[in-house]
Every structure is written in C-alpha cells, then in structure tokens.
C-alpha cells in the first residue's frame, strides 16, 4: 500500500481500503457499520489526507463513540494503513516462529486484533459425504439442559465458557421503589398546586386548570458482597461474571470483593468489554484465592462504605460460603449491622447444593439468623431462581 502522501488528492481513491477497515472493526467487535464508514469518507474531504496525524484523528472522531474503544482502534489503524495485508504477513511469521518461546500474554485488545487481522474465526469443517449413521435421541437430555443443573465446581473450560454466554442473557428486573421526588404527569393522581399557580401567571392569576404529577419510581440500589478465597475461586469465577452483566445493565450497582481484605471493583466492572474488566479486577484485588476474615471485611464495609451505597432500600447479595479463618469474631454484630442497613439480605451459599447440609460451622451459625433469605448459588438454575427472586417485591422496610 502506498503511503499516505503520495495517494491521490480525493479521499474516494480510499473509499475500498476504508471499507476494509471498517470490517476489521467490527470483527474486533467494535460497533462500527456502513453509517460510520460513510462518515469518515466524508470527513476526509474537510482534512488534508496527507497529513497522517489529521487522517488518524478524523477516522477515530466519527468512527467511534466511547472511549475504552480508542486503544483498538489505534492499533488497528497503525496495523492497518501501514499494510492492509498484514494480517497474512502476521500468519506467515507465526508459522516460521513456532518453536520460539511463547511471549508475554498480549493485552485483550492486541488478542482480538490478531484474530480479526486473520479474518475471525476460522469456519467448522464440511461434514463428511458419508450420512453418518442415524441416533435415536428420545429421552436423552440435551447438552444446554445438562448445563443447567451442572456444578459449576465440576465445568471443565468448555462448559465454564458456554455458562458465562447463558449468563449473559439473564435479564433482572428488580421490582420499583416508589422514592420522594415526582415528576409532572397530566394524568397524574396528585394535584400539584405550586405548578398551577406558576402556570397561572401565563394568563394573569386565572387558573385555567390543575397541573398534576406522580410519584417517580426506580429500582432500588444492588450491591454485591463477593468471597473470592481459597474454597469460592470456582465459584466467584463464574459469578463475577454475572456480576459484570448486572453492572452494564442496571443503575446503581456496587461490587466489593473480599479475601482477607475488602476492595472495591465498581469501576472496574462497569467497563463494557468483559476482558478489560476482568485484567482490571485482577490488578485492583491482590488477595484472590487467598484466606478468608469475613467478619473484617463485613466490619470494613460498614464503616467505610454502607452510608455511600445502602440508600434507599437497597437489596444486598452475601456471597460467601460462611468458613471464616478467624472463626465467628466479631462476625454476628457485622452482619447484624448490615441486615439493619438494607431493606434485604439475601446470603448465596454453595454449600447448599448438598442435601445433607447443616449449619455447623462457627460462621455459619453466627451470620444465619441476621440474613432475610439463605440460597444456593452453584448453577445456572439456582441464578435463574435468584433472578425470578429480586424480582419479587419481598423485603422489610426500613
């Protein structure tokens, strides 16, 4: 490809090679289509397409709308308008570079520009022409019905994969609080005297009719407490995923992570691309699948940031499975407080995927008679039930 300077003076000599950037785009997975393609061609006709610093800038301004898009976008474009056929070139020097050593784990964004560079995934294998023989399927169980019920402790990699995508589709709708502000509605149940009055001036102080308004409601805040030590890594490695998901969704969601400390993963996780949020996670949380002091980090939040996040009736999710290595120290009034603080305390307890299971441990025993609800949460079917359970309207007042 010829550089820049000694293209041809109209920007529609690119029009081809824009195209093509914007498919390598949206093969990374950024939301760019015909309309942001059509956009840059024409604002390459207000800039000097020579100058590759205006070329870089124009492309960027009208082909993207957020900002954690911007580092792909920059590499793509340095790839990309140096040679649009680097991707083949990269192929060719990963096969003659097979016996090096592996090198350092690129970034999320680098990973998915290599693979779309190289045209995506690469499409299944034609099926043989021999019909394969035909299989009585009746009363078997269908591979996403088995995923269902399956333990997220026993998912191999492929299964752990296919859950994240069915938790991506849960959908939560936390049932309204009615809160203090109104809004103005003209069929309205409550008059509101001071807009009529104001309205009245248009027509000299004679009231012509009432202004009303309603009552605003919203969902109430959520804010998830999640153990990420030794005996819940397979565990929070899943349902920090369904934490992201809740966190793009809704409003008003707080993460906290605890091992044996507190730290707070709110930000990290509002970013949309899930694998930016999780190495975001993984440098703000220096204590994964370490021990476990709940009642410390129960003690910490409470302190530090229950007045921040525990407005308005909020409903809060203890993840945890109740084995504290410091015992129950200080354990029952940190659980206490909470339970005081919010409308409602639903404890998710893996535990309780066992029949058998009794409430024996020190933790355990101490947490349970503060909490408003104690649910399993090892599967998909025990999230769908959790799902169908915030969208009820249970809770206490406060």
Known sequence: MTPLSDRPAGPHALAPNLAAFGRLLRRTGLPVGPAETMAALDALTRIDIGDRRQFHAALRAVMLRRREHFEIFDQAFSLFWRDPEAGKHAAMMAMLEGQKAPPEKPPPAARRLAEAMQGGPKPPPRPPEDRPPEIDMTATVSAAERLQGMDFE?????????????????????????????????????????????????????????????????????????????????????????????????????????????????????????????????????????????????????????????????????????????????????????????????????????????????????????????????????????VASLSSSQGRPI
């Open 154 to 386: 026993a998912m191999s990699a492929a299964d752990i994969a296919n859950a994240k995508r069915e938790i991506r589709k849960l959908v939560l709708p936390l049932d309204e609080r009615r809160t203090r502000r109104f809004r103005p509605d003209p069929a309205g149940p409550v008059a509101d005297l001071r807009a009529t009055v104001r309205e009245s001036l248009r027509t000299g102080g004679e009231i012509l009719g009432l202004e009303r308004r309603r009552r605003v409601t919203r969902p109430p805040p959520l804010v998830a407490l999640c153990d990420i030590s030794g005996s819940m890594a397979r565990y929070a490695q899943v349902l920090i995923h369904f934490l992201h998901a809740l966190s793009n969704d809704r409003e008003r969601v707080a993460t906290f992570l605890f091992g044996t400390r507190l730290s707070n993963v709110t930000r990290q996780l509002r970013h949309r691309d899930a694998e930016v949020a999780f190495e975001q996670v993984a440098k703000a949380v220096p204590d994964w699948s370490g021990g476990t002091r709940i009642g410390e980090s129960l003690t910490r939040f409470n302190r530090d940031w229950s007045r921040r996040v525990l407005g308005q009736g909020a409903v809060v999710l203890l993840i945890t499975d109740g084995l504290d290595r410091d015992g129950a120290e200080g354990l029952a009034a940190a659980t206490e407080r909470l339970a005081n603080s919010c409308r409602r305390l639903i404890w998710l307890n893996p535990l309780l995927r066992y029949a058998a299971f009794e409430p024996k441990s020190q933790g355990i025993r101490a947490m349970l008679p503060h909490v408003d609800e104690f649910r399993p949460v090892h599967n998909l079917d025990s999230l769908r039930a959790l």
